[in-house]
């Protein structure tokens, strides 16, 4: 399969804990993005890579919130000292970068749902 | 604050019918509109893109923009109990990476 794999796909954890989600793209999809989505709302943007670099986060991203993407491959989303708030489901996406402004579609995992208790 | 607004619903239309979805955006400079499919539980599944105003016909589907009234809407003919699900509608503006997303409009397709 080569689509966006996102792992794990369920998290439990109690509050104060620390997790970490892994997402890997579509092979040479230079784009990855994450997002966070809870119930009855759409997909709530937090942050960008194009390759290894981080070109956008979120202004309402948390400094408990952190991601990486060393080589420009897979992306790992760190949540530090987890709250009740910070339940919901984590989507990865990723797209190609053709090289125009336009042409950004996106193909989203199946998400990590993560429920802090 | 770039707002994507849609009508939360649910839309009900009997099987067989067409089903209209609306969104509305507030960022004049959006250049790129897509339009996501969402199963309960599922992650959105990426059904049409839209770059330019007019129309843009995938099958059942037909995604229509004008830019003028910062409008974008999908149309889905002869619709399917399948066909029932969150549609979100996703704007991506001139600057930014970030595609900011509506809160959905929830369809129900009914045999």
């Known amino acids: 399969d080569t689509g966006v794999s996102q792992d794990p796909r369920h998290k439990i954890t109690k509050r104060g804990q620390n997790v970490t989600f892994r997402c890997d793209p579509i092979?040479?999809?230079?784009?990855l993005y994450w997002y966070r989505q809870t119930l009855g709302q759409g997909p709530e943007f937090l942050t960008y890579f194009q390759n290894e670099a981080q070109l956008e986060k979120s202004r309402l991203l948390s400094d408990r919130f952190s991601a990486e993407r060393p080589k420009g491959s897979f992306s790992t989303l760190e949540i530090q000292r987890t709250e009740q708030g910070d339940s919901a489901m984590y989507l990865c996406a990723s797209s190609h970068d053709f090289g125009a402004a336009q042409n950004t579609e996106a193909f989203f995992g199946q998400g990590t749902r993560l429920t802090v208790v | 604050q770039k707002e994507v607004e849609q009508n939360s619903g649910p839309l009900s239309v009997p099987e067989g019918a067409i089903a209209s979805l609306n969104c509305t955006y507030s960022?004049?400079?959006?250049?790129?509109f897509f339009w996501y499919r969402q199963y309960s539980g599922k992650s959105p599944e990426l059904i049409m893109s839209i770059y330019s105003n007019g129309d843009k016909e995938d099958g059942r589907f037909t995604a229509q923009l004008n830019k003028a009234s910062q409008y974008v809407s999908l149309l889905i003919r002869d619709s399917q109990p399948s066909d029932s699900a969150t549609y979100l509608c996703?704007?991506?503006?001139?600057?930014?990476?970030?595609?900011?997303f509506g809160k959905g409009t929830s369809l129900l397709v009914t045999p």
């Open positions: 092979s040479e999809h230079n784009r």
């Open positions: 960022d004049r400079v959006s250049q790129s």
């Open positions: 996703a704007v991506k503006g001139d600057d930014g990476y970030a595609l900011n």
